[in-house]
């Protein structure tokens, strides 16, 4: 089965802009979780969805928000960039998002914002 | 809130030497523990773990989960330079779906 993929690889984009990235699960994996990873902070929840629903949201403001599309892949949208959202985003797929299932990452989206 | 805690934060060894990467979590409504590896981008998967000292083996590598003391290592025999990466656990638990609560990382170098 093909892994995790995740678009585009590298972003830059200037304070103010938004952004939106892409993440295609592996194929009959329908929770799709998405993770901030930066220096100072490690590795942090955004948001999770199934079945095109958000079912859980970790601690980030408003600006950013997610979908997912009824084949489960998934869109993450970060309005009003601002530095400090420079990052590598994650995206994780799994069967069902049940606690205990393992996650399976895809190789990120690399955002600078300058 | 739900806490993971790893050491050493990082560790410096030669090819050959054996090491052992240690994570602490809380233990609310606790379901399982992951080890993933991560070098240059995505974290790859190690190891799950979920019944208290079953130790689970993939050549080189092993683990073991203590869940009375809430704890578990991450072993790496005979070391390459190819182990040299981030080594992360993470808790999945609670009643969150689809939330995993990861640990700072370990960072581990191996030198020829």
């Avoid at chain 1, 990873?37 to 079912?55: C, D, I, V, W």
């Avoid at chain 1, 797929?93 to 205990?100: H, L």
């Avoid at chain 2, 092993?62 to 808790?91: H, M, V």
Wanted: charged letters at 20%.
């Amino acid at each position: 089965k093909a892994g995790v993929t995740q678009t585009p690889r590298y972003l830059i984009k200037t304070r103010g802009q938004q952004v939106t990235l892409s993440c295609s699960p592996i194929s009959g994996h329908r929770s799709v979780s998405w993770y901030q990873q930066t220096p100072g902070q490690g590795l942090q929840f955004l948001f999770e969805y199934f079945s095109e629903t958000q079912r859980n949201k970790g601690n980030f403001p408003g600006r950013f928000s997610g979908r997912q599309f009824s084949n489960s892949r998934s869109e993450m949208n970060v309005s009003t960039l601002e530095l400090g959202d420079s990052a590598l985003y994650l995206c994780a797929s799994s069967e069902n998002g049940e606690r205990g299932e393992t996650q399976y990452f895809g190789p990120g989206t690399r955002l600078l914002v300058l | 809130e739900d806490k993971v805690v790893q050491s050493p934060l990082s560790l410096v060894v030669h090819e050959g030497d054996t090491v052992t990467l240690n994570c602490s979590y809380e233990v609310t409504n606790f379901r399982s523990l992951l080890w993933y590896k991560q070098e240059k981008k995505a974290p790859t998967f190690l190891f799950m773990l979920t019944s208290s000292g079953i130790e689970k083996k993939s050549g080189r590598l092993s683990s073991i989960l203590d869940k009375k003391e809430l704890f578990s290592i991450l072993n790496i025999t005979a070391t390459q330079t190819g182990d040299s990466a981030i080594y992360l656990c993470a808790r999945a638990g609670g009643t969150s779906y689809g939330k995993l609560t990861f640990g700072q990382g370990t960072i581990l170098t191996v030198h020829p």
